[in-house]
């Protein structure tokens, strides 16, 4: 078992519609928690941080954190064509030397 | 602009030879990485280096080696021991030698086998 899931899809959704993705992990000692989003033949780009438990918002973007049960999810309201991409999350432990666990990546499709 | 410069954007290699992907950083991290991605693949670690002059190995790094001589550079050859290194290569870089404040990626390298 890979220590953050994440379902590769695609996931097609039409235009505005608000979308849900997910990660799970079984480290309970992640304590940084990310969003990444990663166009077609380009380097990921950071999205959204969220240190410990709890949500996040950024205009159209929310992540949320539920530690308890091992989980964290991206929302996206107002889908637009744009955000059509691979959407991966990312997770570390506390202090020095701990790297970023990344989930495999989900794919968007948002059709206009 | 500070950021990750990675070259070239693609790369033909000819079984048999070697050949290197260059990483510059002018961000003035501590750390850099380097990844290979596959079709609908997630990443997959190569090596990895947190002070000059000192790396480890990642998940997957045999057929590669590195080099770190200095902060902002952190080059990747693909040996002709590595029999599939047709893939996308990704270099990323974070502040001191933790994960805690997310990586910074390049724009990749595509290496293709001909």
């Known amino acids: 078992q890979k220590e953050v899931e994440q379902d590769p899809g695609p996931l097609s959704v039409p235009e505005g519609a608000i979308v849900s993705l997910n990660c799970t992990y079984s480290n309970s000692a992640f304590q940084y928690f990310m969003w990444y989003r990663q166009y077609s033949r380009k380097g990921p780009e950071l999205l959204m941080y969220t240190y410990s438990s709890g949500n996040k918002e950024d205009g159209r973007f929310t992540a949320q954190v539920d530690k308890s049960s091992k989980y964290i999810s991206l929302f996206i309201r107002d889908s637009q064509p744009s955000d059509s991409a691979t959407y991966l999350c990312a997770m570390s432990e506390e202090g020095a030397g701990n790297m970023l666990t990344f989930g495999g990546g989900t794919r968007l499709m948002v059709k206009p | 602009d500070g950021g990750i410069t990675q070259s070239p954007k693609y790369l033909f290699r000819k079984e048999g030879q070697n050949v290197t992907l260059s990483c510059e950083q002018n961000l003035n991290h501590d750390a850099m990485y380097w990844y290979r991605q596959d079709p609908g693949q997630g990443l997959r670690l190569i090596y990895y280096?947190?002070?000059?002059?000192?790396?480890q190995k990642g998940d997957i790094a045999e057929g590669y080696s590195v080099s770190r001589e200095k902060k902002e550079s952190f080059p990747l050859t693909v040996t002709s021991a590595q029999k599939n290194p047709t893939a996308f290569y990704l270099c990323a870089s974070s502040i001191g030698r933790a994960g805690n404040y997310g990586y910074t990626f390049g724009s990749g390298t595509r290496l293709t086998v001909v």
């Open positions: 280096s947190q002070i000059v002059n000192d790396f």
